[in-house]
């Protein structure tokens, strides 16, 4: 008898009866691999991996449950509805009568996705926490050219350009921007709404390619159908949050010119006063509510209590951080040159609170403006220059960003090679090697936050430090670079200071574990008396107690282990690559 | 040929018009409908009348202007019929007042493309030069004066004398006298005449029919279209009557602007109601995208860009090892390209959203160390063997096997060269060398300490010889044992397997087989030791003892005693494997292993159990040696403790085997190892 008999009227048990492959899904569902690709893309039915492979490794198996529930939506029956609707526009134009077809592509059933939307995500917060490639996707199809060739329609990529801006809108307007990465990929930027870390990726705006090999393209855009549903109800509910109306309408003047956000950020001005008042009628009713919930709990239960105003205060402390990239670039004012990345400048700078226009048709002030600050260039030299303003490379405003302090701008100067651009999402002790701008970026950390806690001895410079000086209105850019080398002395200082403390620090570790060792092995010699190879005696014990772990355990430290030894290998190389650099270049200043 | 079929359709039209004229007088339908044959016929004809109207145009300016009159002259040309209608009495006017209206000739001679022409003074009314002495000017801007006109009287006697007077006439425009050629006659008067104007245009060709009206599939017709084509439709009316009444009375609704809904809305307005669970399965969310690094960066720190020599590298790689994202360095954003596989990249994301299976799993977020298990301090568990503390060397060949002697002074080992050695172990001296002539196989000493014989195993035999140890009383009892008469007469079951022998240069016993019948040897020999110390030499007895104890280990650990080594120790055993595992058997408990423990890498030669001491001890071809501590409990409720103590090194590899055979002494806690490499080794505390 076969080790799977199973007797006749016997029903079937275990992952057998659980799971089935996708061959066989693909027949209970009477579909095509093509539609069972977009109901699954659509119901976001992935398959599973069961305990036992019951029809081999190479299968795909999808759980029962999750097939039944394709079986039931709805949306099956409107994509058959629709394939055949698309059967008689082909056949009218078979006939060549091209009034039917007509006729019919224009009476097209449309079809909605709102309700997967919310099945999917039955919470707003669900929604956010998958907002990623959504957003990602939406952005690189912004910046695609439209092909009739691959079915990318102009109006879809007009669509998903509406689509990220009005995101980029409510971000930066509702100062949400945490962290922004200029990658070889493109830009990263990272959000926080309601507790979600939310990261995208934009696109450089170049003129994309398409590979026509090795990318199906039904597949991106029954991604983006979805994609693009989900991200308008989003925003429909991020503007409702803010009492804004939605779909926002924009002033077609700069909306040709190709400064959405801008035109965006109008509308938001325009609405704005309504917002304030939902804001504080929200307060009032917060409030009302805790009365209320006080009049509710019993009065003996001061534990609820507390609970609620710690709340409250986590919810300051939210804004706190909110509150910090709002006043980042307070009171600059930007003028963007013409080879500069608009769109990304557009929504970095007044998410941190500064203002900002830009060379061409609808600018906010132009670049003759006295009372600008900062010119952000990015090319070889600057002919006519102001005085008044600093002028800088855009790296100058990601990394101010990143770091959330104004960085003194020479390294950024133009025509200069910037400093390295370092990646924000990389915790460097973690990762067990800190490159050197970073050590430079913490150091000018902790000096800023020095400024703000003024020190004996110390105010009279505070006062001379160029961002005060900005603060209070620029007096002279003589002045300031004065100051700003005063302040570069005293950081060199300084930094000696610390690595002297910092000397002295590891010597005494050192000297501490030194002592440790010898302790340790005078110990041992005392027991052991007499032992002729400690060494090997080290190394055996570590491997005598591995001999004893179960197989599973082993196989988990090993691959620990061999994750740590990558990990260290590639510090080494990094380590060994900046010494070589750094030997490269005495040798030439030799 | 083009040109005259095209010529020819104007004539025809041309005779058309003039038989309508002549019809004019007669009744009116008739008139209307011949109009209307007319219309249609033009109609066809309009092409090509309108596409070769201003060809005619000029033919006929070429050819009638110089008949008409100078006041005619500003007068549109509509058709050749009015022309030649008109012809005769320009003709006649022409005639009287010959001198004007002479220069459409000269205009449409082709000598005028010869001599250039005189007149400077372009498209200008001549009347404005009437009243001066000059017209026009010259190239040097001197005027250009006219010529004298001769007084009427005087040219007409000229004219009167001169014969060709008559074909002379007067080209006003370039001011000079023309004298018409006889060909120029010929043709105005055939003109006149009212024919064509080149003698070899035949005016009466015959027809010839393009149209063909046989053997062909789709034979081109000059039809006249049908009636019906130009009468609206009556099926068509009645339908537009249908649908108009079909409107009044409101069947038909035009499409009105439908209300659109606005598409989207508050979705998520009340989070409240969707709490209820959803009775499908948990929704699993995909991993997020990698966050990237700083090599990611458009400008990251040098020591991230890999050296050339590193790229070389890489491209060495099999491309599946080669690291997906190299960095690259650009000095400013400005020279930062689009990113080529961005597309790529999300179609990937895509894919692995919908076709990766998805399963919940812990990340292990801890020290790896903290995975080892606790063990007992190796102080506590003293004494072991620690270190090598003496080598016997002697053998010339790989030492195969080793055994102690039950009081642990002496030791005897076997090696393939075909010697038996046997040591003291204190010393390290070699007492005797016992010459067999084969590879050795296995030594075993008799356990029993009053009879010190060894049983060794070589080629096909087993010899039990005596090793000349012990007192007077032991060797005498050792001799008698050891003494066979005669050949045994061979037993009708067991000649076959094994004939008793003395033992001929040396002092001993001979045992021959015939066939190889038990595959370990060692055990065979062992036992046989036992059953000869108790005096069991019945050939029944020691036979059936034998079976049965075979069968019995057979029985029980069939498979993985054909593989390693089994020593016994009460009733727990180790087995050695060929793959390196050393496992523990609990025979009370099951007959699964309690513990596997995987130390060698390679195959594992032989186990031991110390008699005395809770150890154990493994010897592999990997030239190690491991020494565990086995405590077995009385309370059956605890389990034994297994704790490894020791690798034993300092043997080298020969031909790929190691450490061949390793033995506790029986006293001490001393391990003998015999290595592939000739050498004996004794560890000790």
């Known amino acids: 008898m076969p080790k799977h008999y199973r007797p006749a009227g016997k029903k079937k048990e275990g992952n057998a009866a659980k799971y089935i492959t996708r061959s066989q899904a693909l027949k209970q569902l009477q579909v095509n691999t093509k539609l069972f690709r977009k109901l699954c893309i659509y119901k976001g039915v992935f398959p599973r991996e069961p305990k036992k492979k019951f029809r081999g490794n190479?299968?795909?198996?999808?759980h029962l449950k999750d097939v039944s529930f394709i079986r039931h939506d709805p949306i099956l029956e409107d994509l058959r509805a629709k394939s055949a609707y698309r059967k008689k526009i082909i056949k009218a134009k078979a006939k060549r009568n091209k009034e039917l077809a007509d006729i019919l592509k224009n009476r097209q059933p449309e079809i909605k996705l709102d309700r997967l939307v919310r099945e999917r995500y039955p919470h707003f917060i669900d929604a956010l926490r998958d907002l990623d490639d959504p957003l990602t996707l939406v952005h690189l199809f912004a910046a695609l050219p439209g092909s009739d060739r691959l079915k990318i329609e102009v109006k879809r990529v007009h669509n998903c350009r509406k689509l990220s801006h009005e995101w980029q809108a409510y971000i930066s307007r509702t100062h949400k921007l945490r962290k922004v990465f200029i990658s070889v990929k493109g830009v990263y930027y990272q959000a926080e709404v309601e507790g979600q870390k939310i990261t995208w990726l934009t696109p450089h705006g170049m003129q994309q390619v398409l590979p026509d090999d090795d990318v199906v393209y039904d597949v991106l855009l029954s991604f983006l159908e979805f994609y693009e549903t989900l991200l308008a109800f989003v925003n429909f509910k991020l503007y409702h949050s803010i009492n804004v109306k939605y779909p926002p309408i924009l002033d077609p003047q700069l909306e040709a010119s190709a400064a959405e956000l801008y035109a965006l950020a109008r509308y938001f001005d325009a609405n704005s006063r309504p917002s304030e008042k939902v804001e504080a009628t929200q307060e009032e009713e917060s409030e009302l509510r805790l009365a209320q919930l006080?009049?509710?709990?019993?009065?003996?239960?001061?534990?609820?209590?507390?609970?609620?105003?710690?709340?409250a205060a986590d919810e300051n402390e939210e804004d706190e951080d909110t509150k910090e990239c709002k006043n980042l670039?307070?009171?600059?004012?930007?003028?963007?040159?013409?080879e500069v990345p608009r769109e990304s400048m557009l929504f970095v700078i007044p998410a941190f609170g500064g203002t900002v226009s830009w060379e061409g048709e609808g600018a906010p002030f132009s670049e003759t403006d006295q009372s600008i600050t900062h010119q952000i260039v990015d090319r070889p030299t600057q002919g006519h220059v102001y005085l008044s303003r600093e002028y800088v490379q855009p790296q100058w405003v990601y990394d101010c960003v990143n770091t959330r302090i104004i960085l003194p701008t020479e390294a950024y100067m133009v025509g200069r090679v910037p400093p390295p651009h370092l990646s924000p999402f990389v915790d460097n002790e973690e990762e067990g090697y800190v490159p050197d701008y970073a050590e430079t970026i913490k150091r000018l950390k902790s000096a800023a936050k020095n400024e703000i806690l003024p020190m004996p001895g110390m105010g009279k410079e505070n006062l001379d430090d160029p961002q005060n000086l900005l603060a209070e209105g620029y007096i002279s850019r003589a002045e300031a670079i004065e100051a700003a080398e005063r302040k570069q002395k005293m950081m060199t200082l300084e930094k000696q200071y610390h690595d002297e403390l910092k000397m002295e620090l590891d010597g005494f570790k050192y000297s501490s574990s030194v002592s440790d060792a010898t302790k340790q092995k005078s110990d041992e010699d005392m027991e052991t008396g007499e032992e002729p190879l400690p060494d090997v005696q080290q190394i055996s014990t570590a491997d005598m107690s591995k001999l004893l772990m179960s197989r599973k355990k082993r196989g988990l430290y090993e691959a620990m282990k061999k994750g740590q030894e990558r990990k260290k290998a590639h510090v080494d190389l990094l380590k060994q690559r900046k010494k070589k650099i750094e030997a490269a270049e005495k040798f030439k200043k030799n | 040929m083009r040109e005259r079929k095209k010529s020819?359709?104007?004539?025809?039209?041309?005779?058309?018009?003039?038989?309508?004229?002549?019809t004019k007088d007669n009744n009116e339908p008739r008139e209307q409908k011949e109009k209307e044959e007319s219309q249609s016929i033009m109609k066809q004809q309009k092409n090509t009348t309108s596409r070769s109207k201003k060809e005619k145009q000029r033919k006929a300016t070429e050819d009638y202007q110089s008949l008409r009159e100078s006041e005619l002259s500003g007068d549109e040309v509509h058709g050749t019929d009015h022309d030649v209608d008109n012809a005769d009495d320009h003709h006649e006017e022409d005639q009287t007042d010959g001198s004007e209206g002479h220069r459409g000739v000269e205009e449409s001679d082709s000598s005028e493309d010869e001599v250039a022409p005189r007149n400077t003074i372009g498209d200008v009314p001549l009347e404005w030069y009437k009243d001066e002495k000059h017209i026009g000017y010259d190239i040097s801007g001197k005027k250009i004066t006219k010529k004298e006109r001769q007084d009427k009287l005087a040219s007409f006697l000229a004219n009167v004398d001169d014969s060709k007077s008559w074909r002379k006439i007067y080209d006003e425009y370039n001011d000079e006298e023309v004298e018409l050629t006889k060909e120029e006659i010929r043709l105005v008067q055939r003109l006149l005449k009212g024919k064509a104007p080149h003698t070899d245009f035949d005016q009466y060709a015959d027809y010839v029919d393009w149209f063909k009206y046989d053997d062909a599939l789709h034979p081109l017709s000059n039809a006249p279209e049908p009636k019906r084509r130009f009468i609206p439709s009556k099926w068509e009316s009645k339908k537009v009557v249908q649908y108009v009444r079909a409107i009044r009375k409101g069947l038909i609704k035009f499409d009105e602007p439908k209300e659109e809904e606005p598409k989207f809305y508050l979705l998520w307005g009340d989070d409240s109601s969707a709490a209820e669970k959803?009775?499908?399965?948990?929704?699993?969310p995909a991993p997020k995208p990698k966050l990237p690094g700083h090599e990611e960066s458009y400008n990251p720190s040098l020591e991230y860009i890999p050296t050339q020599e590193e790229l070389n590298s890489y491209q060495l790689m099999y491309e599946e090892d080669r690291p997906k994202f190299i960095p690259?360095?650009?000095?400013?954003?400005?020279?930062?390209?689009?990113?080529?596989n961005a597309v790529k990249d999300s179609f990937e994301r895509c894919m692995d959203l919908y076709l990766c299976p998805r399963v919940r799993k812990k990340r292990v977020n801890?020290?790896?160390?903290?995975?080892?298990?606790?063990?007992?301090?190796?102080?506590?568990?003293k004494p072991y063997p620690v270190a090598c503390y003496l080598e016997y060397k002697g053998h010339k060949g790989a030492v195969v096997s080793i055994s102690t002697e039950a009081s642990g002074q002496w030791f005897a080992s076997g090696s393939t060269d075909g010697t038996v050695r046997i040591w003291e172990v204190e010393s390290g001296r070699c007492l005797r060398v016992l010459e067999i002539g084969e590879a050795i196989q296995y030594v075993a000493w008799n356990p029993l300490p009053e009879l010190p014989v060894l049983a060794v195993s070589a080629g096909q035999d087993v010899l039990i010889l005596n090793t000349g140890l012990g007192n007077e009383e032991e060797q005498r009892r050792v001799k008698d044992l050891l003494h066979v008469e005669t050949p045994t007469a061979p037993d009708d079951n067991m000649a076959s397997i094994v004939s008793w022998l003395q033992h001929d240069k040396l002092d001993g016993i001979r045992l021959r087989h015939f066939k190889v019948a038990f595959s370990p040897l060692s055990i065979f020999s062992c036992i046989f030791v036992l059953v000869l110390d108790l005096g069991l030499v019945e050939d029944h007895l020691l036979k059936n003892l034998l079976l049965a104890l075979m069968f019995t280990l057979d029985g029980v650990f069939g498979r993985m005693?054909?593989?390693?080594?089994?020593?016994?120790?009460?009733?727990?055993?180790i087995v050695g494997s060929r793959e390196g595992k050393l496992c523990w058997f609990d025979m009370d408990l099951s007959s699964k292993p309690y513990r596997v423990l995987k130390c060698h890498p390679k195959d594992i030669t032989n186990v031991a159990f110390h008699r005395s001491y809770p150890l154990f001890a493994s010897c592999s071809d990997d030239c190690t040696a491991y020494v565990f501590h086995g405590m077995v409990y009385s309370d059956l409720n605890q389990n034994p403790l297994i704790v490894p103590l020791e690798i034993l090194r300092g043997h080298t590899s020969s031909n790929g085997r190691g450490v061949m055979d390793c033995k506790f002494h029986p006293r001490q806690p001393w391990l003998f190892t015999a290595g592939a490499d000739s050498v004996i080794r004794l560890y000790c505390h």
């Open chain 1, 58 to 62: 190479h299968q795909t198996y999808y």
């Open chain 1, 294 to 311: 006080q009049h509710q709990l019993p009065s003996n239960e001061p534990g609820a209590l507390m609970q609620l105003v710690k709340d």
């Open chain 1, 329 to 338: 670039f307070k009171n600059m004012r930007f003028f963007l040159s013409r």
């Open chain 2, 8 to 22: 020819s359709a104007v004539e025809v039209s041309s005779v058309k018009k003039k038989k309508e004229k002549k």
């Open chain 2, 278 to 284: 959803a009775n499908h399965l948990a929704y699993i």
């Open chain 2, 328 to 340: 690259r360095r650009f000095t400013s954003l400005r020279s930062v390209p689009a990113y080529e």
């Open chain 2, 366 to 381: 801890i020290d790896p160390e903290t995975l080892k298990p606790k063990l007992p301090s190796r102080k506590d568990l």
């Open chain 2, 561 to 573: 005693a054909s593989q390693g080594r089994l020593p016994l120790h009460g009733d727990n055993l």
